[in-house]
């Protein structure tokens, strides 16, 4: 049974489809038949993380209004051979996206796929309660400072309350926590809120935590997901947070600072 | 962490443990917010205006709570009167 997940935030610009887009790739590089779908109408931007903004010619709300086939619409990831992007709309219509519409594309989709991630917008309007209502999960995404918090519980009580599992009471979306661009030093200095401040407050499991890396904005610049960057510990991280998607038992890495030569930390280097 | 840093006295509240006690805070009070059902927050306004004709008092000298028990549920209502 395919299994549907929503990268949710609440808050702009934490990493919601820089998340969409490693965790899809890791699925799919592991060999899970996987897609992941933009449901920010109007705002289209996985493909250009995914890095195949060339090759889009129908869109989510084609398939829904039956103007293109799934197959015709779907793009095909030209690095893993597991991996589908089903990319948004750009109409400027913000009822483009139907709970009917949304479900008969869902329904078809877990045919062919195991996992199908929903890339949310930010915002807590009908474009993000479309995007979690059919999940069986969610990923959160969070950074360490008080607005991201504080908009992720948010998302945290619509999950509990408007979801289709929850108004049909069934079993809840299951929440997990990804903290994003965490830096360590900042931490240690009492400048940034630690994964154990954030996970106190917001009470669900980690899922994982990507350290602040400049390898993200080269991904991005690329289109080329971050996690196919594997030098890089962002990458790493995403990698870790796949293998616990999957069930696997991984330690925590890259929560403490990194160490450095005792030369540069007497100079205070960066 | 330059080697200055070791001799600087060590702040006693970060900026960090500020924003989780505040944090705390506010994340709990809307938590609140959202269980109970939506008549209360509009009941609030109404009573504080039947207050408010005979005695001048601030929104936050008002408070309703809603406590639900197993058997029964206890609507708290509390007004601070100014001296």
Request: contains cysteine; proline residues 3%.
């Amino acid at each position: 049974m395919a299994k549907i997940i929503v990268v949710t935030s609440g808050k702009g610009g934490v990493g919601k489809t820089t998340t969409s887009a490693s965790i899809g790739t890791g699925l799919a590089k592991r060999g899970h038949k996987t897609v992941i779908i933009d449901f920010d109408v109007g705002l289209r931007n996985l493909d250009l993380i995914m890095g195949c903004e060339r090759r889009v010619v129908y869109d989510f709300v084609n398939v829904i209004n039956g103007e293109s086939s799934l197959t015709q619409t779907l793009i095909k990831d030209k690095r893993i051979p597991e991996l589908f992007i089903l990319p948004a709309s750009q109409t400027r219509d913000k009822d483009a996206l139907t709970k009917e519409g949304v479900e008969k594309i869902l329904n078809e989709l877990k045919e062919r796929f195991e996992y199908i991630i929903c890339d949310s917008p930010a915002g807590i309007e009908r474009g993000a309660q479309m995007a979690l209502y059919f999940a069986d999960m969610a990923i959160v995404v969070t950074n360490p400072e008080v607005s991201s918090v504080r908009d992720s519980d948010r998302i945290l009580g619509i999950l509990q309350s408007k979801s289709r599992r929850a108004e049909n009471g069934e079993s809840p979306v299951e929440e997990k926590l990804l903290v994003t661009r965490y830096n360590p030093e900042r931490v240690i200095d009492g400048e940034m809120l630690s994964v154990e401040d954030v996970t106190d407050i917001l009470a669900i499991p980690l899922l994982g935590v990507i350290p602040e890396s400049e390898a993200v904005l080269k991904a991005s610049n690329q289109g080329s997901p971050v996690i196919l960057d594997e030098e890089s510990l962002s990458g790493q991280a995403y990698g870790d947070a796949v293998a616990r998607l999957l069930g696997e038992e991984v330690e925590h890495r890259f929560l403490e600072v990194q160490k450095k030569g005792f030369f540069k930390r007497l100079m205070g280097g960066a | 962490m330059s080697i200055f840093s070791y001799f600087r006295t060590q702040k006693k509240t970060t900026s960090a443990s500020v924003a989780k006690e505040r944090l705390q805070i506010i994340v709990a009070h809307e938590r609140n917010k959202r269980t109970q059902p939506d008549y209360i927050e509009k009941m609030q306004r109404e009573i504080l205006e039947v207050i408010r004709k005979y005695v001048a008092i601030d929104d936050d000298q008002v408070s309703v709570n809603l406590d639900n028990n197993d058997e029964c549920s206890i609507l708290e209502l509390n007004v601070t009167l100014p001296e």
